[in-house]
């Protein structure tokens, strides 16, 4: 009986040899939907915000690639080398708005909705959740937050429902009414919405800041600027207040994340500091407690305005087994309220 032959036919071959063998099935590509931006939820992220570009990579989940044309400025402030045991050396670092951070991840990430999906996802996988934008929380619902017709301009008398109405009311009898015009300012430039599914709404937030701010400040003077223009005290405190770094003087402030906020708290450097509580010490010395309380607002109001951390909220972990606030708020510029003239 003949042998089968061992040899393949010269046609199979030629067949076979402008195929390269396979190796398990081709991927699918992936498919960059084109989205509409119009219908993705505004930013929740306060407009001053700023943060750094290693930050920004590792925290949005962006290469150097997807950084380019977002602008920034450069500073040296807060970022350092170790160069031996004892000596550290202070090295350029690019700071970013993070709203246009934010904006460049959900334009590659697939809008907000998507954002939070790879964010859940990650956590799910088990890979580090704290890589993770600080105003965003894992595990929830990326659901679109549907939005009113219309922001209303006018936040200061703006009461859409019985609730904030009555708000209102109970503030302006605690003589609080700046502090709902604070507490709405915060929630204006967020854009919150009046309504939420998720209880991220002017309604909620509102009746948490009545709830958790109540009685945490002394009496606001009727004017804070009541005290004698004539004054060297309050002279020396206005020349010195009027030279007072904001946001933009990047050298001139310190910014480090707060574990127990859980935010990032922007403030005056401490040379800054001790020089505003010498002079408002001098106000005490002239024109005594009174003097004081005035001058202690005109400096909070300042430092608010210059963009230092004031109020602030989130979520309350206590919530709803333990306490009825949804939301924490927290004011970080109201050590300046405080009895003792404290340096901190």
């Not at 003949?2 to 699918?28: D, E, L, V, W």
């Not at 909620?204 to 400040?217: E, F, R």
């Not at 005035?294 to 109001?301: L, S």
Request: charged content about 25%; some cysteine.
């Amino acid at each position: 009986m003949p042998k089968a032959s061992s040899q393949t036919s010269s046609s199979q071959q030629s067949s076979n040899a402008g195929s390269p063998a396979k190796k398990g099935f081709p991927r699918n590509k992936k498919v960059t939907e084109v989205q509409d931006k119009s219908l993705w939820r505004p930013s929740w992220i306060p407009e001053t915000a700023t943060i750094t570009k290693t930050d920004a990579m590792k925290r949005y989940h962006l290469n150097k690639k997807d950084m380019d044309g977002l602008n920034y400025t450069t500073t040296t402030a807060n970022s350092f080398v170790k160069i031996t045991e004892r000596f550290y050396k202070a090295v350029e670092s690019h700071v970013y708005k993070e709203r246009d951070v934010e904006m460049r991840a959900w334009e590659k990430h697939g809008g907000p909705e998507g954002f939070q999906r790879m964010l859940n996802k990650r956590a799910k996988g088990g890979k580090k959740s704290n890589n993770k934008p600080k105003s965003y929380e894992v595990g929830v619902d990326p659901a679109p937050v549907p939005l009113p017709a219309a922001l209303v301009p006018d936040i200061d008398i703006e009461t859409p429902n019985i609730i904030l109405g009555d708000i209102k009311a109970n503030m302006q009898d605690r003589n609080e009414l700046w502090l709902w015009d604070a507490v709405n300012k915060v929630l204006h430039e967020m854009r919150i919405p009046d309504t939420s599914p998720d209880g991220r709404d002017r309604t909620t937030l509102m009746m948490c800041a009545d709830n958790t701010l109540q009685g945490h400040y002394p009496q606001r003077p009727a004017s804070a600027y009541s005290l004698p223009p004539n004054s060297a005290s309050v002279e020396a405190l206005n020349k010195l207040l009027s030279r007072a770094p904001s946001t933009q003087d990047g050298p001139a402030i310190d910014s480090q994340y707060d574990d127990a906020a859980k935010n990032m708290v922007v403030e005056w450097k401490k040379a800054y500091k001790d020089k505003v509580f010498a002079k408002l010490s001098g106000v005490l010395q002239e024109h005594g407690s009174y003097g004081l309380e005035t001058a202690r607002w005109i400096v909070y109001d300042k430092y608010v305005k210059c963009g230092m951390s004031s109020l602030d909220y989130q979520p309350n972990p206590k919530w709803p087994a333990e306490s009825p606030s949804q939301w924490i708020w927290n004011d970080s510029a109201k050590f300046w309220l405080e009895n003792a003239l404290k340096r901190e």
